[in-house]
């Protein structure tokens, strides 16, 4: 007998005798949290692939002769330090190479304006997605309340129909609609962990980003200096 009944609260069975916009709601919820771990996952990867990029990148950089005879060595590479390092070379090359009188402090002033820059886009290339995980994590919970809410109804309209309070009339639309809460919450804690995980670590790259690009203007201050 308990097995029955086991088998009858099982989440598939609960799924399958599920009326249509309790259905709608697991599946819409479940494709949300399933899109949740991929942006998860990709974004930790792409993490990494900065990081481990951008070290290599700076190794190599800092054991050149000079930063403004770099150019061709670092064309290619798809690290953000390396696009902080075009950023302020390209604007080196048409301040330096006008050919007209070089003004060193305005020459500082859209170097320091291209590599700000840089970072912004840098930033928001890497915050790709995280905005799904906040939609995600703000809505998930209410749209599985919603489905608890739709399952209650449900269930006082079984004991309306059936005049019967027995707990076998209500157990299948309570049982749904907790059901419907949990995938809720299954979507959204993971969505907004990530979230605030991912928004820490970015920023913390962002001030390594600012640090580079301190290094990089002070170094191609000097150079302007020897000019």
């Given amino acids: 007998m308990e097995m029955n009944a086991s088998a009858h609260l099982s989440p598939i069975t609960l799924f399958l005798q599920a009326d249509v916009v309790v259905k709608a709601i697991m599946l ?14 990709a974004q930790v990867l792409k993490n990494r692939r900065a990081h481990v990029r ?6 190599t950089l800092n054991a050149s002769a000079t930063t403004s005879d770099s150019t061709l060595a670092f064309a290619r590479d798809s690290s953000p330090s390396a696009a902080l390092f075009r950023a302020a070379i390209g ?8 050919g007209s009188r070089l ?24 915050s ?13 919970p209410f749209v599985g309340l919603f489905g608890t ?8 309209t079984s004991i309306s129909a059936s005049q019967d309070t027995s707990l076998a009339i209500v157990a299948p639309g309570i049982a749904e609609a907790l059901m419907a809460t949990a995938i809720g919450l299954f979507a959204a804690i993971p969505a907004v962990i990530a979230y605030n995980r991912f928004g820490h670590a970015i920023g913390r790259f962002e001030m390594r980003l600012g640090r580079f690009a301190r290094h990089l203007r002070g ?3 000097r150079e302007l200096d020897a000019l």
């Fill in 28 to 41: 819409g919820l479940l494709a949300a949290s399933i899109w949740t771990w991929t942006i998860i996952v």
């Fill in 91 to 98: 604007e080196w090359g048409h301040s330096v190479r006008a």
């Fill in 149 to 156: 809410v739709w399952g209650i109804m449900r269930s006082f």
């Fill in 128 to 140: 790709a997605g995280l905005n799904y995980l906040a939609t995600v994590g703000s809505i998930a």
């Fill in 54 to 59: 951008s070290d290599a990148f700076e190794t």
């Fill in 219 to 221: 170094n191609l201050s």
């Fill in 103 to 126: 003004d060193k402090d305005a020459t500082r002033e859209r170097i320091a304006d291209a590599l700000e820059g840089a970072i912004e886009g840098e930033v928001e290339r890497l």
